[in-house]
């Protein structure tokens, strides 16, 4: 079974950049389409970025596109979220999410999910 570890996490200035990262234990990850998520208090969970699990395909919602880069490292069972030029919009908890069979931006095609990890993005 796998399990994900997310880190990375903490507060920054607008305009900043932070690297999340996501440890997955077991050795099927590399099979897995891996995914980020976030969510701020009372609102759903939103679709930030996905992965393919040959790392060939990736996805990106609107409001990330050209700030955010998602990518893995099959050797370190990892996989990264790059965030640049952060604005307060993007302040929330952050989930790492893997689908064995699903590539895309459906929250409910996930199976294994982190614990999560805050992003706070002060003004």
């Known amino acids: 079974q796998v399990q994900l570890v997310e880190s990375g996490g903490g507060l920054v200035q607008a305009e900043g950049s932070l690297r999340l990262s996501c440890a997955a234990s077991g050795r099927a990850f590399s099979t897995y389409t891996a995914a980020w998520f976030r969510q701020t208090p009372g609102k759903e969970r939103e679709f930030v970025a996905c992965?393919?699990?040959?790392?060939?395909?990736?996805n990106y919602a609107d409001s990330v596109k050209g700030r955010f880069t998602i990518s893995r490292v099959d050797a370190e069972n990892t996989v990264y979220l790059q965030m640049t030029s952060l604005t307060p919009e993007d302040t929330a908890v952050y989930y790492c999410a893997a689908a064995r069979t699903y590539y895309g931006d459906y929250e409910h095609a996930y199976d294994l999910w982190g614990q999560g990890t805050q992003v706070t993005v002060s003004p």
């Open positions: 992965i393919s699990w040959s790392g060939g395909m990736t």
